[in-house]
């Protein structure tokens, strides 16, 4: 069994890889920018995923990719409920918190 902490970091690692992948594939999408379905900012196309309909942007590709992978969440459309009125904070402070830890 993997802990969550080591999921969570596998799942950093995919995403960032999706957000390359798609860079290398179209160097412009750099420039590229949509309104998120879940978080609501307007952020790079690179790394962002349809799912049923809703667009993300990489940051919550992130956090549906590790929801998903931990069983907190089933759906996008649950992540994205949750992050509008905040049941999910928690997960959300875990992966930004692994973030941080990453990039220091
Ligand atoms: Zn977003």
């Known amino acids: 069994m993997k802990s969550e902490k080591e ?5 950093a690692l995919v995403v960032e890889q999706m957000r390359l992948d798609d860079i290398e594939d179209n160097p412009d999408i750099i420039d590229e920018y949509f ?10 196309l690179a790394g962002s995923i349809e799912y049923d309909g809703y667009r993300l942007c990489n940051d919550c590709v992130l956090l549906a990719e590790t929801g998903f992978a931990l069983n907190k969440i089933k759906s996008v459309k649950e992540l994205i409920d ?3 009125d905040r049941h999910l904070a928690d997960l959300v402070k875990f992966v930004r918190d692994e ?3 990453e990039n220091n």
């Open 7 to 11: 999921i969570a970091e596998e799942m």
């Open 82 to 84: 949750a992050i509008e």
């Open 99 to 101: 973030e941080k830890r």
């Open 35 to 44: 309104d998120c379905d879940c978080c609501g900012q307007n952020k790079c």
